[in-house]
């Protein structure tokens, strides 16, 4: 199973970016599907999820109302469309697949992409 996280790059405040995340080796249907991020010297922390469970979506506190979390199964891709981006959304962003008892926590997913690096700064 394999994870390919893309879509990072330099963005100024307020602008948007929309991270993808193509995994290949396990259909994401039959498992949660998470976005994390960590900033340097930062714990990981969750940014958004979809729980296969329920097909619920969670948000953090810090990207509600500015983020959504989208999956194409036909694609086997998720996105995470991020606008309003702040200076505190710098982090490398990582992408996870797995069966966790909450989507929200990065314990439990069994694969990871390699991360993509979020900048915003002007």
């Known amino acids: 199973v394999q994870l390919q996280a893309s879509g990072g790059g330099l963005v100024q405040p307020g602008g948007s970016l929309r991270l993808s995340c193509v995994v290949s080796g396990r259909s994401l249907d039959g498992y949660d599907i998470g976005w994390f991020r960590q900033a340097p010297e930062k714990k990981r922390e969750g940014v958004s999820c979809?729980?296969?469970?329920?097909?619920?979506?969670w948000y953090a506190g810090s990207v509600k109302g500015r983020a959504t979390i989208s999956r194409d199964n036909a694609k086997n891709t998720v996105y995470l469309q991020i606008n309003n981006l702040k200076p505190e959304d710098t982090a490398a962003y990582y992408c996870?697949?797995?069966?966790?008892?909450?989507?929200?926590?990065?314990?439990?997913?069994?694969?990871w992409g390699q991360g993509t690096l979020v900048t915003v700064s002007s």
């Open positions: 996870a697949t797995g069966r966790v008892a909450g989507c929200w926590f990065p314990e439990g997913y069994d694969y």
């Open positions: 979809i729980s296969n469970s329920d097909g619920e979506k």
